[in-house]
């Protein structure tokens, strides 16, 4: 068998047609589930638009209902932005400020206190993100590390130890999971389903919260690649300020772009890795065409790799110790 031609028109997309495909597939998909319509968390960003844009071309205005959940680190143009996707789209919505969930739980006390384990000085007024070396620009092991900025404005990068790097995720997995707890709360309200947000390569690489924003009944755009999702999205009409937007994690109070927290390169490369290691295009065939060299591509290739095994425990399901046929061959 030949393998596909590799070029940037790979992720060519008909939207019309693979809109109308989504829908037919997400009236048949909530109507099996016996539930009158679809939530959608509301970001602000491209992913959960579009996500809300199909489910309106899918069941009407009157069966979609947005959720924005800001918290006290989010951006400030958050709930601006996340505010015009339901209003373009005339879906009913409602603002969750997630700040005292997050507070009651513990979310920024645990979070400062893994912070304070590397940088003792961490305090109020203070600004933190965690961040990747760029995987293309070095060849060295890869650790996280914190940057915090004082309330001067002073800026610092510290290397995260293992623990306070698993405690600084820890607590912030809070704030994915609050949301999910209340997206199913409007969910159960009004009968109707969840939604998913991830685009194909975040579903891929497991860039999600197992329970938080990992958890949905239904994930209409995991199988297309975040370029294929920004194309879909300038077709169903997403406010041009959503389409200009760079892909940010907004969940640390310092900005913070995805590739620096998590991807080996900015989304419309990486889609194109992705691609050509998913069609087995060697890494010398790639690189041209994604603009590194080979040595690079084949580190990328590396990565996708690793980030696949450490993150199938996040796709699993729930495993049983003996089969209940009774259940398990219903659901075939």
Not at 45 to 66: H, N, Q
Not at 96 to 120: F, K, M, Q
Not at 181 to 188: C, F, I, P, V
Not at 225 to 250: C, F, M, N, W
Request: with cysteine; aromatic share 8%.
């Amino acid at each position: 068998m030949s393998r596909p031609a590799f070029s940037r028109d790979v992720l060519a997309l008909d939207c019309a047609a693979e809109t109308q495909r989504i829908a037919e597939r997400l009236r048949a998909i909530v109507g099996s589930f016996r539930k009158k319509g679809l939530v959608v968390a509301l970001s602000g960003g491209i992913d959960s638009s579009v996500t809300a844009a199909l489910a309106v071309t899918a069941l009407g205005k009157e069966r979609v209902f947005g959720l924005h959940m800001p918290e006290r680190d989010s951006s400030p143009s958050t709930l601006e932005l996340s505010r015009s996707v339901s209003t373009r789209f005339g879906c009913e919505s409602a603002v969750e400020d997630i700040t005292p969930i997050l507070e009651a739980l513990g979310c920024y006390r645990r979070r400062d206190e893994a912070i304070r384990s590397v940088v003792p000085e961490y305090g109020p007024g203070w600004r933190s993100k965690i961040v990747l070396p760029n995987l293309v620009e070095s060849k060295a092991l890869h650790f996280y590390s914190v940057v915090v900025q004082d309330p001067h404005g002073a800026t610092e990068r510290r290397r995260l130890t293992h623990d306070a790097y698993l405690g600084v995720v820890a607590a912030t997995n809070f704030k994915q999971r609050v949301r999910k707890l209340l997206e199913y709360y409007h969910a159960d309200r009004l009968n109707f389903a969840t939604t998913g947000t991830p685009n194909r390569l975040e579903y891929d690489q497991g860039f999600f919260v197992k329970l938080g924003d990992g958890a949905a009944d239904v994930k209409p755009i995991a199988h297309l690649y975040k370029s294929q999702v920004y194309a879909l999205g300038a077709h169903l009409g997403v406010p041009a300020a959503i389409l200009e937007r760079p892909p940010t994690t907004d969940t640390y109070s310092l900005p913070q772009g995805q590739d620096e927290f998590y991807f080996s390169l900015p989304h419309d490369r990486m889609d194109l890795c992705l691609w050509a290691k998913n069609h087995g295009v060697p890494a010398e065939a790639a690189a041209p065409v994604v603009g590194l060299d080979t040595e690079q591509v084949e580190r990328v290739y590396h990565d996708i790799d690793g980030k696949r095994h450490a993150t199938q425990y996040l796709h699993a399901a729930p495993q049983l110790v003996a089969d209940v046929p009774e259940i398990t061959h219903r659901l075939g």
